[in-house]
């Protein structure tokens, strides 16, 4: 161990947090250049199913990534065993860690990984259950258990990469990747770690997913029209749209990474995490959950509400989170929650669930790199108690400096994360 | 993992409650009764018919009246793993005194889990499989998501601050204590109820474990099967229930004048970085993890008088966790005390690292180190101090409790008398 591992609490200033690097794989690209063109472009990634025979479904659609070859992306052998979320994860993270031109084995006990996902690997598990079913238990693979558990992402990307420093799964539903991402950068800001590849990995388009969401009378069920049925906001909106990826940052102690001269991509300047301790499903009443993180967060970046440029919603396309999400804008914005842009990419992307906030993290730093608010597609009716400027339908030009990402997760999970462009990581 | 320089002193980090339930017992005393005088809740399963399986017996809790302690509504819409998590937490919280709506905001939950809602999702598969994906319940996925605990818990006491679950296999509920408390040491919350549930005794657990070779198969005699550093050791046997105690910050817990239970002194967390289920060589992350603990806590490796061991009871995590405190307590190694209760509690995968900090914490208390039940012929390659058999009446000053899960994850933490 070195000296710096066995240095105790002292009395610097508080650490500042930056982003060197980013790796994306999601339905509409499946690297963070391809995502982007995507969204500026406002294409979407939502199509019938393939990756099972859907035909008997209430919901026969989803975001699919495309193209992917799990044996070229993370290596023949080692695909097979890793469930899909965690190809997806291990291949992010590769993307990620070659951007941010990180030397992982240089520092490793002070590289740590947290990758998120809300529900691990779904598929190894279906086929375990049918396996035990109709063959009995002898036949129930030993890979079933290091396949299905929801912290083999985290597990293996540290393998793949070598990182040694802090490693778990942080698990709150649709809040997970966000959570990731949060709790990585208070690591970082106090001293535990120096990098953190933090982020989540989700493939939940399987039978159990679509069943499983379709029973809570969760999902769309647009079947004619797969890439219209994702509108958030849009006042004909009938449910979110299962789709799978994954997404990581390189998070990095911001001393550190100006030392070794890496790109600066952008700071996390706020983090805020609540719990609405109301229900199992629903969100608490009034979006007040919601509103305390973003106001947390705020305060944590020590920014007044006015100074947000944009911010990437939480935005499922279901009637309850528009309407709850729209009164907690309203609670932290007051009126400036009617005019500040606020987009969810969930319309192109669909849901990823527990991938969901730290691909809308890459994507609202990509969205700072180039001046490009991203747009709300699928916005053809408006909805009077959604009075937001949600850029419909087609991406906006314009600068932004800080930005906000929202995800809250099914059992009341809230977090909300606040990023700075690189202009100001850079002072 | 060490802190540096980060501009606020960190606040000091208490136990005020704890909530346990397992094969041993309903709550902690009664626990930690039967643990001190070294029974087992090892057993043939009862809970289905485990013929065909390769290990047939397991650490059960048996019946629990949850309609009577959950009402039987709520009861239903909780996997057994999360009944288990609330019926701990509580416990826990009803101990602590801790009224959690004088500010809901400033208190979190934080529960891990590896299988989480097992028996939900298992159940619900097999209705989609012989119904059709038409007769799934709306209850199949909110119940077996792993942030179903923590989120059902913060619902049950009405905490409204940080919540979430972890996943790290069975480090998971060690990680959760941990990480609450460096949230508490940072000011992110005044007290966080933590630590683990799990609930696997079903078919497909057992035959997916016994197909790594995780599991004895001493199957005639289950009460014996489990042997930490034993010579004749051939794995562990699955356990079930719940590990939560009421972290909060010192100056918060005196301020109110709630009994300390303990102080959480030292916390480190490593990975491997090795593979998806073998330990490194050596044991060289839970080594890592071990040294960190004891440089955050500030002490000697002399300090720590009692070491709860992750202790599996397979052939290679015993052999490789002895190297491993040979590294990290050098000298001071032959003169520990420690112990594996997973032979007397079974591996409750998840929440292993709730339960055996609360039993870390007992033994700091009472002045008696738990014994590893069936260690009979010594192993050379596990060649110290493992209290066979029988408990010890012994003073110390500060007890450690380690963690390993599959995926490379490490977790050491340790606890000191409160004041």
Known sequence: MTAQDQSRPGNGAPRRVVVTGTGAICPVGNTVADIWAAIAAGRSGIAPITLFDAERFETRFAGEVKGFDPATAVGRKESRRMDRFTQFSVAATREAVGAACLDVAGDATRIGVIVGTGMGGMATFEDGIETLLTSGPKRVSPFFVPMMLPNMASGIVSIDIGAKGPNFATVSACASSAHAIGEATMMIRNGYADVIIAGGGEAPVTRMGVSGFNAMGALSTRNDEPARASRPFDADRDGFVLAEGAAVLVLEDRERAVARNATILAEVIGYGTTDDANHMVQPGPGGEGAARAMNLALADAGIEPSAVDYINAHGTSTQLNEKLETHALRRVFGDLATTIPISSTKSMTGHLLGAAGSLESVIVIEAMKFGVMPPTINQERHDPECELDTIPNTAREGRIGIAMSNSMGFGGHNVSLVFADADRAAV | MSQEGTGHPRKRVVVTGMGAICALGHSVSSIWSAMVAGETGVETIISFDPAGFGTRFAAEVGDLPVNDLLGRKQARRMDRFTQFAVIAARQAVTQSGLDVSREPERVGVIIGSALSGFETFVTATETMLTAGPRRVSPFAVPMTIPNMAPGTVAIDVGAKGPAFAHSSAFASGAHAIGEGTRMIQDGRADAIVAGGAEAPILGLALAAFGAMGSLSRRNDEPRRAVRPFDAERD?????????????????????????????????????????????????????????????????????????????????????????????????????????????????????????????????????????????????????????????????????????????????????????
């Open chain 2, 235 to 419: 794995g562990c046997a699955m356990g079930e229930g719940a590990g939560v105690i009421v972290l909060e910050a010192r100056e918060h817990a005196l301020g109110r004048g709630a009994e300390i239970l303990a102080e959480v002194t030292g916390y480190c967390t490593t990975a491997d970085a090795f593979h998806e289920v073998q330990l490194a060589p050596g044991g060289d992350g839970i080594a890592r993890a071990m040294s960190g603990a004891i440089l955050d806590a500030g002490i000697e490796p002399s300090g720590i008088g009692y070491l709860n061991a992750h202790g599996t009871a397979t052939v290679m995590n015993d052999a490789y966790e002895t190297a491993a405190i040979r590294t990290a307590f050098g000298e001071a190694a032959p003169e520990l005390a420690i112990s594996s209760t997973k032979a007397m509690s079974g591996h409750l995968l998840g929440a292993a690292g709730g339960l055996e900090a609360i039993i870390s914490i007992q033994a700091l208390r009472d002045g008696i180190l738990p014994p590893t039940i069936n260690l009979e012929t010594a192993d050379p390659a596990c060649d110290l101090d493992y209290i066979p058999g029988v408990a010890r009446h012994q003073r110390v000053d500060a007890v450690m409790s380690n963690s390993m899960g599959f995926g490379g994850h490490n977790v050491s933490i340790i606890f000191a008398a409160g004041q």
